[in-house]
Every structure is written in C-alpha cells, then in structure tokens.
C-alpha cells in the first residue's frame, strides 16, 4: 500500500516546539526562483531575518543573496543545519527528492511552497523531528521582482501544517500583510486547481479571444488593448455582485439569437473554439439560472441554439 497523501496533524514530541520570535526566527531557501525571491525579500522589509540560500543555479542564489543583507550562499544541507525555518521553493518534481536528501534536525521547520505536492512528501523531515507545512501564496509571479514584491500583500496564503507550525505561519502571513488560509485534509489539489482556472485557464481564454482579432489581420497588441478594459471591468462587477448575479453577455439576457450567430463565426474560424464556447455557454446558463436572471423559457432557447448541430450553422 503506498505512501499516504494526507499530513499527520497528530501530536508528536516535535509539536513541543516553541519557535523564537519571528525577530528572531532564521529563515533559510532551498530554490532561488520568483517566489523565492518574492517571499524572502517580503520577510525581509518586514523585519524576519533570511540568513541561507541554496540553490542547484549559483547564479540565482547569489542574486538573491545579494539581495539579503544578512543571507549567504550554502548548501542544502548548510541551510537545514544553520535555519529554524526552511521554505522549499524548487520545482515541485523535486520536492520529494529533496525531503529525502537533506539532514533534518528536529527543532526546525520545514515547509514547502507548492500548491499541489501534498505536505506529506516532506515525511523524511518529520521522522528527523522536524515539523512540516505548506505555505502557498495564491499570486502569480512574474520576472519583474519588484511587481512581484508588490503583488503578495493582500493574497491569500493557503496553510496546512501541524498546529505548533500552522499558528508560525498564519503569524508569518499576517507579517506579510497576506490572508492564511487553513486548508481542511485532502483540499490541497483542488484549491490549487482554483488558481488555475482564475489565472491559466484565463490566458487561455484572453487567447481564443485574440485569434478572433487576428482573423480579420489585427494584431495581439490591438486585441489586447481593446479586450484589458473589458477585463478590468469584468473583475469589478465579480468583485461588486459575486460570479453568478455579475455575469455579463447573451446567455444571462437569454438572446438565443446572439449565441447562433456567435456559434456560425466561430466554426468558421475553427471548429475547436465552437465546441469551447458552447460548454463555456452551458455554465453560463446554469449561472444566470442561479441568479434568476434566466427563467425556464429563455434557458430552454440558449440550449435550442446550442443544440443546433454544425452543418446546420
């Protein structure tokens, strides 16, 4: 039988821990990417000391030591050894591998920061008597790591860890100016799922939308232009009226008319985005019924529309 994916939260001897106050609390990196940089500069300007960084790129752990007055380019193993909490920020297929090739010592923390990778593959650190957590800000970091530094205030950090750690890391969030977010047992992935249906599966669909510009010899840059205002506004309404009472367009109005000529352009220009937007229309049906801004008759004409096979279009 395998390994469980879901974190122990029994108590253990390491759940004694009393970790010094976050002043005092070193703080070590293994990984030197965005989100390194972002959350160790964050510490940093809020007075939580980063004292190590490793990293398999010298390059990245040097520019980020650079950027840390009290921080210095070791080794994993020099960073468990010297840190009372050490964030993993690797790729997530190299997580697990870590857990298993660095010495831990009970008396620190270990916690990685991916949205997905369960908190259990780092198990090799909690039988050395470390505790360990996830600590994952829902936010997009780019390469501009000032934007990236401005970005994490405000975002919710999603937390799973023991209790003696959890209240550190709600402590560390609330430090930084983050919402903590104790996720429940086995919600790790599909939270994580969530973001990328608010932030990927968004580009995807600013894309089709871009095609459409490009199909009659627009650039990316025009459709863009054109398309971020409507964005913009369409997160205000989501942020004023909720997802469902906030929803624009066609199919909230019932204008079965709207959604077949949308449907003939769209098989014209390919098939594939057809097909996308008559499942997207489908929830948005089911939307604008939960809102009551669409009875049982103007539904009933969305999926008339919806319904009407390709060569028919």
């Known amino acids: 039988m395998g390994a469980s994916h879901t974190l122990d939260r029994s108590k253990t001897s390491a759940q004694a821990w009393e970790p010094p106050a976050l002043e005092a609390l070193r703080v070590g990196f293994i990984g030197a990417g965005r989100l390194a940089r972002a959350l160790s500069l964050a510490l940093q300007a809020v007075g939580v000391p980063v004292v190590g960084v490793a990293s398999r790129s010298e390059a990245s752990a040097r520019a980020l030591a650079d950027a840390l007055p009290a921080c210095r380019v070791s080794d994993s193993a020099a960073v468990s050894q010297g840190c009372d909490l050490v964030f993993l920020t690797s790729p997530d297929a190299r997580i697990a591998d870590i857990a298993r090739a660095v010495p831990w010592r009970a008396g620190q923390a270990v916690v990685h920061c991916s949205g997905a990778t369960p908190v259990a593959v780092l198990r090799p650190a909690a039988e050395a008597g470390a505790l360990i957590g996830g600590f994952h800000p829902m936010q997009a970091f780019g390469a501009d790591a000032g934007a990236a530094l401005?970005?994490?205030?405000?975002c919710t950090v999603a937390i799973e860890a023991q209790p003696a750690l959890e209240a550190l890391l709600h402590g560390l969030a609330r430090r930084l100016g983050c919402v903590g977010l104790s996720l429940p047992p086995g919600a790790r992935v599909r939270y994580h799922a969530s973001g990328g249906y608010a932030s990927q599966h968004v580009h995807a669909l600013v894309g089709e939308a871009v095609r459409l510009w490009q199909s009659w010899g627009a650039t990316e840059?025009?459709?863009?232009d054109a398309l971020l205002p409507l964005l913009r506004g369409t997160l205000e309404s989501l942020a004023r009226s909720g997802v469902a009472a906030g929803m624009p367009g066609?199919?909230?109005?019932?204008?079965?008319?709207?959604?077949?000529?949308?449907?003939?352009?769209?098989?014209?220009v390919d098939p594939e985005m057809r097909d996308l937007y008559d499942r997207l229309c489908r929830r948005g049906v089911a939307l604008a019924r939960q809102a009551g801004r669409l009875d049982a008759?103007?539904?009933?004409?969305?999926?008339?529309a919806l319904e009407a096979p390709p060569d028919a279009l």
Not at 250 to 262: E, F, K
Not at 297 to 304: I, L, N, S
């Open 150 to 154: 401005a970005s994490l205030p405000g």
């Open 297 to 304: 008759d103007g539904a009933a004409g969305v999926e008339r």
């Open 250 to 268: 066609p199919v909230s109005r019932g204008d079965a008319g709207t959604v077949r000529l949308h449907r003939q352009a769209l098989e014209a």
């Open 221 to 224: 840059r025009q459709a863009l």
